[in-house]
């Protein structure tokens, strides 16, 4: 269900006065529980600004979500969007085949609806959080994977690092990926270009909590960006410091993307896990 915004306003103002084929009280549980999008972005304030224009989307939670192995944060005709916990592989290795996002999401679909399809857009690292995005449809697949720096328009993430890192904009380097299966930085004329933005959130005794945008998609970039800058990700035990340590702390936060058909711009967004406040009022 989508309406555009014919004027300016707050959300709840304007959700009462376009859906009007709703309760004032199940609008209200829809913005509560974060079913209402504006512009493909998750809204939850009452009093949050929209502008004439602006496309205002209400997504109701399916029965099925919640009998989903993993929580759903999006799904549409082309797109379903999960949250995926640290520690759970995207995809399967030749030891480990039904233990992954995928598998799971792919039964989770096909005994929902007989024949309905799943393929997998990207993939997250085993030990990193967050949004994970799989498509049902393998035209849209191909047409943004052949062209992933065209259509995804923002990757976000968040990290929580050793010591003090300053913010830095466009930082480039080159990756190269050695016979053991490890990335390193290497000169320009041996690896593939990295662009990596850090933006410093909060400055604490031992870390540092930042915010990565991606330009480039290569390899464990952000672990070995971060490294070579002597500031690993805490819980990093291939790049970064052998620590007991529950989880690797990056988590995929946002990711903005193209739907290459509609041309529709769809933002995903996942929350911090607890995890990290509470290792950060350590």
Known sequence: MKRKVLKDGELLSILLEEFKDFSNKKIKN??????????????????????AGDIISIQKEAKTHKKSPLPILYEDKCFLVVEKPSGLLTIGTDKEKEKTAYHMMREFVK????????????????????VLVFVKNE??????????DRYAKV???????????????????????????????VDEKKGKKAITSIEALSYHEKYTHIKVALKTGRKNQIRVVLAHLNNPVVGDKKYGEKEKCPRLYLHHSKLTIENPITKEILTFESREPSSFRMLLKK
């Open 30 to 51: 829809y913005l509560k529980s974060g079913a209402v999008m504006v512009n493909g972005i998750r809204r939850t304030k009452y009093n949050y600004k929209v502008s």
């Open 111 to 130: 005994n929902r609806k007989k024949g309905e399809k799943l393929f997998i857009l990207h993939r997250l690292d085993k030990d990193t959080s967050g």
């Open 139 to 148: 035209k849209i697949k191909h047409l943004l994977q052949d062209n992933w």
């Open 155 to 185: 990757r976000e993430y968040r990290a929580i690092v050793h010591g003090r890192r300053e913010s830095i904009k466009n930082h480039v380097c080159y990756l190269q990926e050695d016979s053991n299966y490890k990335v390193k930085v």
